[in-house]
Nanobody, 119 residues
Framework: QVELVQSGGGSVKAGGSLRLSCTASGRALAAHVMGWFRQAPEKEREFVAGIVWQGGSTYYSDSVKDRFTLSRPNNENAMFLEMNNLQPEDTATYYC????????????WGQGTQVTVSS
């Protein structure tokens, strides 16, 4: 089965940068799409960015476009989210997810990691 393990996160000042990683373990990843989501306290989980696993096409929400970059170097079973010019509004718990059983449905999730941005 596919398992996702996250690392990275932390606290930075506004304008700073952080890098998140998400690694698939257990077996070769069979996901169609992988992505990043975030959830602030008392808010619903929202989409941040996604990548097609075969081909590498990426997609971003309007709130992070031109600031965040999703990558999968050397076609490894890992993806990274480079977050630049972070703002307090980016503060949330960030989760990586994968569409495994069905295209269009994120059904496998990482454990989450906290990102805190201060003014």
């Amino acid at each position: 089965q596919v398992e996702l393990v996250q690392s990275g996160g932390g606290s930075v000042k506004a304008g700073g940068s952080l890098r998140l990683s998400c690694t698939a373990s257990g077996r070769a990843l069979a996901a169609h799409v992988m992505g990043w989501f975030r959830q602030a306290p008392e808010k619903e989980r929202e989409f941040v960015a996604g990548i097609v696993w075969q081909g590498g096409s990426t997609y971003y929400s309007d709130s992070v476009k031109d600031r965040f970059t999703l990558s999968r170097p050397n076609n490894e079973n890992a993806m990274f989210l480079e977050m630049n010019n972070l703002q307090p509004e980016d503060t949330a718990t960030y989760y990586c997810g994968a569409q495994v059983a069905r295209v269009g449905t994120y059904d496998v999730w990482g454990q989450g990691t906290q990102v805190t941005v201060s003014s």
